[in-house]
T-cell receptor, first 113, second 117 residues
Framework: SQTIHQWPATLVQPVGSPLSLECTVE??????LYWYRQAAGRGLQLLFY??????ISSEVPQNLSASRPQDRQFILSSKKLLLSDSGFYLC????????????FGAGTRLSVL | AQKITQTQPGMFVQEKEAVTLDCTYD???????LFWYKQPSSGEMIFLIY??????QNATEGRYSLNFQKARKSANLVISASQLGDSAMYFC??????????????FGKGTHLIIQP
């Protein structure tokens, strides 16, 4: 069966520090991968998606970037965090098949102080 | 205009009663998919049910069913025989286009459901 791992679960970082959040998927090949952000008490906003190694599409211009160095690995990064980067970050995967949902990881709560 | 509207910020329901969570959507694409997710306090998003725009019948998954009214652009989630463990945030989401690609989901703001004993 497929599983998705996301870490760390919680992160507190000072303003201006770098960020690296990692997500890996097991049990499937060539998944579509996604990064979402959820502001407190709100729905999810798509940040990035990827259909393959090295292929990244950005939905929202911001202080963040994403990379996919391996088929089942997706990384969210920032060189210098802003206060506004605080939030709950969720990684998700799906297969390129009509009707298949996106399956989410447990998320990372990021607090930028 | 919002693409997904959930008009109930919060709901209190007695245990064992049925619950209907409202969702309306807005799209001009004839092909789309509608999803419901549950988010407990732990934060993980749990997929519940899917309805495609061309599906003739309403989707059902165990105690969950989707009341799909295409002309009204409505996709309400119905939970039968509610349980205490159903207490969570519930999100309606839409994928525009025929699917099969890396289409991101557009989420509503959610409904906070609380089941009371």
């Amino acid at each position: 069966s497929q599983t998705i791992h996301q870490w760390p679960a919680t992160l507190v970082q000072p303003v201006g520090s770098p960020l690296s959040l990692e997500c890996t998927v097991e049990g499937t090949s060539n998944p579509n991968l996604y990064w979402y952000r959820q502001a407190a008490g709100r729905g999810l906003q798509l940040l990035f998606y990827s259909v393959g190694i090295g292929q990244i599409s950005s939905e929202v211009p911001q202080n963040l970037s994403a990379s996919r160095p391996q088929d089942r690995q997706f990384i969210l990064s920032s060189k210098k965090l802003l206060l506004s980067d605080s939030g709950f970050y969720l990684c998700a995967w799906s297969v390129p098949k009509v009707g298949d949902p996106q399956y989410f990881g447990a998320g990372t709560r990021l607090s930028v102080l | 205009a919002q693409k997904i509207t959930q008009t109930q910020p919060g709901m209190f329901v007695q245990e064992k009663e049925a619950v209907t969570l409202d969702c309306t959507y807005d799209t001009s694409d004839p092909s789309y998919g509608l999803f419901w997710y549950k988010q407990p306090s732990s934060g993980e998003m749990i997929f519940l049910i899917y309805q495609g725009s061309y599906d003739q019948q309403n989707a059902t998954e165990g105690r969950y069913s989707l009341n799909f009214q295409k002309a009204r652009k409505s996709a309400n989630l119905v939970i039968s025989a509610s349980q205490l463990g159903d207490s969570a945030m519930y999100f309606c989401a839409m994928r525009e286009g025929p699917g099969g690609g890396a289409d991101g989901l557009t989420f509503g703001k959610g409904t906070h459901l609380i089941i009371q004993p």
